[in-house]
């Protein structure tokens, strides 16, 4: 089996809280990141994605089952990985009279990392032309990506980014997609947690979806778009009505929008012209929709409600 960069066989989490409710947090989690890209780790809010995290970095204990971090079992020998693991789990602390660049200077110093490092940080997350600017002066989006260049500093080969994108606009969410997909291109592994499939579609190379705490599905996004078994068919036709009662008595789960109908579980798009033809109606028109990671995530986790929130 090709090396993983993170592997959790049945793991579990159960908080307890002042009032000594339990809280499944996760429970039985079988994740597997591969070397090199960017896996997404979608799932609602309160599925489990922070605390999975959480227990890889060593920060929470995990209560059963084992995770390693590129072959090595953590939290036992994270020391011998840490150095390869660059995560940004909460916000980081940065001087907001100092300059982006005078702050990366004093961490590349606090981390033994050169100094060339920061130059070169700078570019990989487009802050440059900032970089001489005052930490306060700088947007979320240039925030957050200071705080990813600050990780990159030690150039790890796997970088861990718990929900990067909360609370920016479109312009920083594009700036942090494009920061994420230039660092898979340069062949590290990027893991990115996120309940925003339409952030995620687009940059990651694979997923793994989870919900209350378990896998629902993985692998690319192709993969798990295609598993979903989802077919619908959008056609044209005179007489939508005659059309619809005529494929629902088939069995076909058919919605009217517009001027066409959506036919669900068709095997075949043959089998939806052949049974309006059989009754002279003629389709003038039949696409193949496409169904898209926000559809599957929604059908895989319809039932998760608010998640690990019960
Ligand atoms: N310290 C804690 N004590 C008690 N319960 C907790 C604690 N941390 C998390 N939980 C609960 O565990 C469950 C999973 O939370 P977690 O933060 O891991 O989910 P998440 O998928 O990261 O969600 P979000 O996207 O909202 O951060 C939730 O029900 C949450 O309320």
Do not use: C, W
């Not at 990780?151 to 994420?180: C, H, S, V, W, Y």
């Not at 059989?278 to 409600?305: H, I, K, M, N």
């Amino acid at each position: 089996m090709p090396e993983l960069a993170i592997r959790t066989q049945a793991l579990r989490k159960t908080y307890r809280t002042r009032r000594g409710k339990r809280v499944v947090a996760v429970q039985g989690l079988d994740l597997e990141v591969p070397i090199g890209g960017v896996h997404g780790f979608l799932g609602p809010n309160g599925s489990g994605k922070t605390t999975s995290i959480r227990m890889l970095l060593g920060l929470v204990r995990a209560d059963a089952g084992t995770m390693t971090v590129f072959g090595q079992v953590v939290p036992d020998r994270l020391p011998d990985v840490v150095g390869r693991v660059g995560a940004i789990v909460e916000s980081p602390k940065f001087f907001p009279s100092f300059s982006g660049r005078k702050n990366l200077e004093l961490l590349a110093d606090a981390i033994g990392a050169p100094r060339k490092r920061v130059g070169e940080v700078l570019e990989e997350t487009s802050l440059n032309e900032r970089g001489k600017d005052r930490f306060k002066t700088y947007s979320l989006g240039m925030k957050q990506r200071l705080a990813i260049a600050a990780t990159l500093l030690k150039q790890p080969d796997l970088l861990i980014f718990d929900e990067p994108t909360n609370g920016l606009d479109p312009a920083g969410i594009r700036e942090i997609r494009e920061t994420m997909r230039g660092l898979g291109e340069q062949g590290r592994t990027v893991l990115v947690s996120s309940h925003i499939l339409a952030e995620v579609e687009q940059v990651a190379d694979t997923v793994s979806i989870i919900g209350h705490g378990r896998l629902l599905a993985s692998g690319t996004v192709a993969e798990v778009i295609g598993g979903s078994g989802k077919s619908t068919v959008k056609i044209g036709v005179d007489q939508l009505d005659k059309a619809a009662s005529i494929l629902t008595a088939s069995g076909l789960t058919v919605r009217a929008e517009g001027n066409y109908l959506f036919v669900d579980g068709a095997e075949h798009s043959a089998e939806v012209t052949r049974r309006l033809a059989q009754q002279e109606l003629y389709v003038s028109e039949l696409v193949p929709v496409r169904a898209d990671l926000e559809s599957v995530f929604l059908e895989l986790t319809a039932d998760e409600g608010l998640g690990g929130d019960q």
